[in-house]
């Protein structure tokens, strides 16, 4: 699926800062903390998932994303953080 550039910085800036990242299994909405369609945030979250970034559970139609210290490293490359930055739930 092709997503901007901007959606996908956004969604990872979101999950970098916070750790995790809760999304609705709602495909046509808009997510409630980005400015991002789900659909665009589901499938990148599924992406880092298939590649072991981030952990998933799902419970009442929610999706609950957790970043892995791989997914750390990654989005720290990504995104040009430097290595002083950590997410908040660390």
């Keep these: 699926m092709l997503i901007p550039k901007k959606h996908r910085i956004a969604t990872y800036m979101k ?3 916070e750790g995790v990242l ?3 299994k709602d495909l046509y909405a808009k997510h409630t903390d980005i400015d991002v ?7 990148l979250l599924q992406s ?4 072991g ?5 799902f ?3 929610h999706f609950y994303y957790f970043l892995t210290n791989e ?6 490359e990504f995104l040009h953080v430097p290595a ?3 997410p908040a739930t660390l």
């Design 48 to 51: 880092l998932k298939s590649r």
């Design 84 to 86: 002083d930055v950590v």
């Design 53 to 57: 970034y981030v952990t998933e559970r």
């Design 37 to 43: 369609p789900n659909l665009h945030v589901l499938k």
């Design 71 to 76: 997914g750390i490293e990654y989005l720290r």
């Design 59 to 61: 419970s009442w139609l």
């Design 15 to 17: 999950i970098f800062e």
């Design 22 to 24: 809760v999304a609705k």
